[in-house]
Each structure stands twice: as structure tokens, then as C-alpha cells.
Nanobody, 121 residues
């Protein structure tokens, strides 16, 4: 069983940066780790995913070029560096493990509790 705890969210202004972290415990070997987000009143949407080796990385078109995902397997941590933030990035950001089909949330078997990111204009 995998437990995930996100941190690093907050209130920032348009154009600012934030770095989210997700600390994992339990067995995460061979697991892809991903970030999803859910804005108020909207469905949860895929943001980014990174494979166990780090050799495969995917981004949603809406964040490509602005967000960077990385992981430190020794520390069982995945990061999401978010630059040039926009008000439309405002959402609760969730870390998830699994992702055999990276854009299908049902393929992720473990989820964190989420961290709020708010970008003011």
C-alpha cells in the first residue's frame, strides 16, 4: 500500500512560481507518479506523470512549457515545479501513484489528500 502526502501549495500572483512536493511511503517501486488537479466545480484533470525510471514524462497541453515534473526515488518524493502560473491554474493539486494509463485517473491506485494552489490576477 502506498501513502502520499502533498505539500507546497499556497496563494501566489499571476506569473509567480510554486514547487509542489509529494512524499510517498510504502512500496512505490516501479510505480509511475503523477499530478492531477481539480478546480472548483470542474472534473479532475491530468497535469503530469513521470515513470519510475524518469525516462517517460507526460504533460497536459495546458501546462507544457511551464510545469516540470521530477522525482527522487531515494527520497520517495515527486516534485512539480510550476512557473508562469496563471489564474486558471487555481485548483487542488493531487499526487497519485500507478498510472498504467497515464491520462485515466482510474488507473491510479493511490492518491494524496491534495494541496490548494491559488493564483490571483
Amino acid at each position: 500500500q502506498v501513502q502520499l502526502v502533498e505539500s507546497g501549495g499556497g496563494l501566489v500572483q499571476d506569473g509567480d512560481s510554486l514547487r509542489l512536493s509529494c512524499a510517498a511511503s510504502g512500496r512505490i517501486s516501479e510505480h509511475a507518479l503523477g499530478w492531477w488537479r481539480q478546480a472548483s466545480g470542474k472534473e479532475r484533470e491530468f497535469v503530469s506523470v513521470i515513470s519510475w525510471s524518469g525516462g517517460t514524462i507526460k504533460y497536459a497541453d495546458s501546462v507544457k512549457g511551464r510545469f516540470t515534473i521530477s522525482r527522487d526515488n531515494a527520497k520517495k518524493t515527486v516534485f512539480l515545479q510550476m512557473d508562469s502560473l496563471k489564474p486558471e491554474d487555481t485548483a487542488v493539486y493531487y499526487c497519485a501513484a500507478g498510472g498504467t494509463s497515464y491520462s485515466d485517473y482510474k488507473s491510479y491506485h493511490s492518491w494524496g489528500q491534495g494541496t490548494q494552489v491559488t493564483v490571483s490576477s
